[in-house]
């Protein structure tokens, strides 16, 4: 068969499957172009999840009669000044939104220049492309699509419900609106308001970006934020990190940003998981929103043309900075835990009726559990001290014991229940803690603090493990020995297609050296770093403080269950084990006089 060139229409509707796969596509590109416009208010209008209806409306700079003739032609752009790929600056640039849409759906823009006189209108349908012609419309843009893959029903086929698609345009204008606080959104379907998002008055510092992330991720999540903030060479990290406590299901709500563009990227998400790493279960994910933001020739966004995915020049930097970012926020939220905690503890209870197990009132002293009467006249029996291995607390003074303990975060121990929880009070409620969870934590952060001081040791193997290898992948580790030694790990190579290992970090123990290596190549490969082992030893570290730790049902002494409290309060991490679950609850009296109808 002979070879031929395509007719432009078809050429353009190919092109269109990679920019415009679904509505939230179609409306992703039309609002940042609203945005690069320099609008300020985004008004999106959807009917049948966008298939039937989008209409985007701006009030951003407009367009003249000959750049709109221009705007719906292929790789025609104003956002690419000295057409330098390396210096983009703006969220739009290859040129291919608007006449990728113009080929699948029915087109028309309309649009008007401040100060112009009239608006104009131009329509394309099917890659068919009118003429300019005078309109009646406000200073700004209004690009309206119907009947959305008419020219390419095969698409159509592909589409989920109209539900579904609608669902993952209000989540393409989400993502959006949090890079971009100072704007206004709307999204409608059917005279319904799906979305609606103020601009916020106040944009510049923490303060904007948190509101607006409290506008699209909620209150809950303003509540339980971590302000994030980190700079190296020219690289700088900021927005906001959930508490290890406030976690989810899913990653869902990891949200990442580069150059203000919403990106789902690999290295970015797999840089969140290794910081949350020891304070977090693996099969849970945190809540974040990072924005970074760098010199524009030190990533590529030009590497799909629906311009979500990003490669950085320098993939270890990028890692290191948003790494040490989210683990320096979470070591100084001490030991905070989230507001979701207590608020769970508070939905456990309810009202106790008969058949529950309390005695009943006598003589006016009111419901007595016999349970918890059993455990407090154990507490107040004598009982031996038990030496606990704490780190060393602040000392308290002995005149001001009991009064200053109450004014501590975690107030003063009053008690403990089946010698597992610690019972404290606090001026303004009551504190429950896991002594095994918390002590845990301390002990695993003070190991963590002994490696960094004193480095990892080395464990010799009686007989060195060869193991082999592709060329490329032994350059990448040789290339690297001298890193991976401060690690623990010595090898060398060992002939053309393999590596010797002669030591590893002690606190590996018997482990599976060939597949520790392999997996430190691959992540070479692809990272840059060898971030597995040092992850794999904070994994050890803390599976070692797991079993070097106070167990539950040990009987603790007011001294020691006092001391926990106190290094609890200044300890990073403490508010959670090393597993991801919370080391205490926090009720406050307000809340406790609630259950008992006294509020």
Same mark, same amino acid.
């Given at each position: 068969?002979?070879?031929?060139?395509?007719?432009?229409?078809?050429? &353009?509707?190919?092109?269109?499957?990679?920019?415009?796969?679904?509505?939230?596509?179609?409306?992703?590109?039309?609002?940042?172009?609203?945005?690069?416009?320099?609008?300020?208010?985004?008004?999106?209008?959807?009917?049948?999840?966008?298939?039937?209806?989008?209409?985007?409306?701006?009030?951003?700079?407009?367009?003249?009669?000959?750049?709109?003739?221009?705007?719906?032609?292929?790789?025609?752009?104003?956002?690419?000044?000295?057409?330098?790929?390396?210096?983009?600056?703006?969220?739009?640039?290859?040129?291919?939104?608007?006449?990728?849409?113009?080929?699948?759906?029915?087109?028309?823009?309309?649009?008007?220049?401040?100060?112009?006189?009239?608006?104009?209108?131009?329509?394309?349908?099917?890659?068919?492309?009118?003429?300019?012609?005078?309109?009646?419309?406000?200073?700004?843009?209004?690009?309206?699509?119907?009947?959305?893959?008419?020219?390419?029903?095969?698409?159509?086929?592909?589409?989920?419900?109209?539900?579904? $698609?609608?669902?993952?345009?209000?989540?393409?204008?989400?993502?959006?609106?949090?890079?971009?606080?100072?704007?206004?959104?709307?999204?409608?379907?059917?005279?319904?308001?799906?979305?609606?998002?103020?601009?916020?008055?106040?944009?510049?510092?923490?303060?904007?970006?948190?509101?607006?992330?409290?506008?699209?991720?909620?209150?809950?999540?303003?509540? &339980?934020?971590?302000?994030?903030?980190?700079?190296?060479?020219?690289?700088?990290?900021?927005?906001?990190?959930?508490?290890?406590?406030?976690?989810?299901?899913?990653?869902?709500?990891?949200?990442?940003?580069?150059?203000?563009?919403?990106?789902?990227?690999?290295?970015?998400?797999?840089?969140?998981?290794?910081?949350?790493?020891?304070?977090?279960?693996?099969?849970?994910?945190?809540?974040?929103?990072?924005?970074?933001?760098?010199?524009?020739?030190?990533?590529?966004?030009?590497?799909?043309?629906?311009?979500? $995915?990003?490669?950085?020049?320098?993939?270890?930097?990028?890692?290191?900075?948003?790494?040490?970012?989210?683990?320096?926020?979470?070591?100084?939220?001490?030991?905070?835990?989230?507001?979701?905690?207590?608020?769970?503890?508070?939905?456990?209870?309810?009202?106790?009726?008969?058949?529950?197990?309390?005695?009943?009132?006598?003589?006016?002293?009111?419901?007595? &559990?016999?349970?918890?009467?059993?455990?407090?006249?154990?507490?107040?029996?004598?009982?031996?001290?038990?030496?606990?291995?704490?780190?060393?607390?602040?000392?308290?003074?002995?005149?001001?014991?009991?009064?200053?303990?109450?004014?501590?975060?975690?107030?003063?121990?009053?008690?403990?229940?089946?010698?597992?929880?610690?019972?404290?009070?606090?001026?303004?409620?009551?504190?429950?803690?896991?002594?095994?969870?918390?002590?845990?934590?301390?002990?695993?952060?003070?190991?963590?603090?002994?490696?960094?001081?004193?480095?990892?040791?080395?464990?010799?193997?009686?007989?060195?493990?060869?193991?082999?290898?592709?060329?490329?992948?032994?350059?990448?580790?040789?290339?690297?020995?001298?890193?991976?030694?401060?690690?623990?790990?010595?090898?060398?190579?060992?002939?053309?297609?393999?590596?010797?290992?002669?030591?590893?970090?002690?606190?590996?123990?018997?482990?599976?050296?060939?597949?520790?290596?392999?997996?430190?190549?691959?992540?070479?490969?692809?990272?840059?770093?060898?971030?597995?082992?040092?992850?794999?030893?904070?994994?050890?570290?803390?599976?070692?403080?797991?079993?070097?730790?106070?167990?539950?049902?040990?009987?603790?002494?007011?001294?020691?269950?006092?001391?926990?409290?106190?290094?609890?309060?200044?300890?990073?991490?403490?508010?959670?084990?090393?597993?991801?679950?919370?080391?205490?609850?926090?009720?406050?009296?307000?809340?406790?006089?609630?259950?008992?109808?006294?509020?």
């Amino acid at each position: 068969m002979a070879i031929r060139l395509l007719p432009s229409v078809v050429v &353009n509707r190919i092109a269109a499957g990679e920019v415009v796969e679904r509505p939230a596509a179609a409306v992703k590109e039309l609002v940042e172009n609203a945005l690069d416009a320099g609008a300020r208010q985004v008004a999106v209008t959807l009917a049948d999840g966008g298939q039937s209806l989008i209409v985007v409306a701006d009030d951003g700079c407009g367009m003249a009669p000959d750049d709109l003739e221009l705007a719906v032609e292929r790789h025609a752009t104003s956002k690419l000044p000295g057409d330098d790929l390396e210096q983009v600056a703006t969220l739009g640039f290859r040129g291919e939104a608007l006449p990728s849409i113009g080929a699948v759906a029915r087109l028309s823009i309309t649009s008007r220049p401040a100060g112009a006189d009239s608006a104009w209108i131009i329509q394309v349908e099917g890659g068919a492309k009118g003429a300019p012609r005078p309109a009646a419309h406000p200073p700004g843009t209004r690009v309206e699509v119907r009947d959305l893959f008419y020219a390419t029903p095969a698409r159509l086929k592909f589409l989920k419900s109209i539900r579904a $698609e609608r669902d993952h345009v209000v989540d393409a204008v989400r993502r959006l609106a949090m890079a971009h606080p100072a704007v206004a959104f709307t999204v409608t379907e059917d005279g319904r308001t799906l979305l609606r998002y103020a601009a916020e008055a106040t944009t510049e510092g923490e303060a904007g970006r948190l509101a607006r992330l409290g506008q699209v991720l909620g209150q809950t999540f303003r509540e &339980n934020a971590l302000a994030v903030a980190a700079e190296r060479e020219g690289m700088r990290l900021s927005g906001f990190a959930g508490l290890p406590t406030y976690h989810r299901a899913t990653a869902a709500e990891q949200y990442l940003f580069v150059n203000g563009r919403p990106v789902r990227d690999r290295l970015l998400f797999g840089a969140v998981r290794g910081a949350y790493a020891d304070v977090l279960a693996r099969d849970r994910h945190p809540a974040v929103a990072l924005f970074l933001d760098m010199p524009a020739d030190l990533v590529d966004v030009n590497v799909h043309p629906a311009k979500t $995915e990003v490669r950085f020049r320098d993939t270890g930097l990028v890692r290191g900075l948003v790494v040490g970012a989210l683990r320096h926020a979470l070591a100084a939220a001490g030991h905070r835990a989230s507001t979701s905690v207590a608020e769970a503890a508070l939905g456990a209870f309810r009202p106790m009726g008969a058949g529950t197990g309390f005695a009943p009132p006598t003589g006016g002293g009111g419901w007595i &559990n016999p349970g918890l009467a059993q455990q407090l006249a154990a507490f107040q029996a004598p009982s031996p001290r038990l030496a606990l291995d704490l780190p060393p607390a602040a000392p308290v003074p002995a005149t001001e014991g009991a009064a200053d303990a109450m004014a501590q975060p975690l107030g003063a121990a009053r008690g403990q229940l089946f010698n597992t929880y610690i019972v404290a009070e606090t001026p303004d409620g009551l504190v429950l803690v896991d002594q095994h969870a918390a002590h845990e934590r301390l002990v695993h952060e003070r190991m963590k603090a002994a490696l960094a001081a004193s480095g990892i040791k080395r464990q010799s193997l009686l007989l060195p493990e060869v193991v082999e290898m592709e060329p490329a992948a032994i350059d990448r580790l040789v290339a690297r020995a001298g890193e991976l030694a401060e690690l623990g790990l010595v090898l060398e190579a060992f002939g053309p297609g393999a590596v010797v290992v002669r030591e590893i970090p002690a606190m590996l123990g018997d482990t599976d050296v060939p597949a520790l290596v392999r997996d430190l190549a691959d992540e070479l490969a692809e990272l840059g770093q060898a971030f597995s082992l040092k992850e794999r030893l904070d994994a050890v570290s803390g599976t070692l403080a797991c079993h070097g730790s106070v167990r539950a049902g040990r009987r603790l002494s007011a001294d020691e269950m006092n001391a926990l409290l106190r290094q609890m309060e200044v300890t990073p991490n403490s508010g959670q084990c090393n597993h991801g679950r919370p080391t205490y609850v926090e009720l406050k009296r307000a809340d406790i006089e609630k259950l008992f109808g006294r509020r």
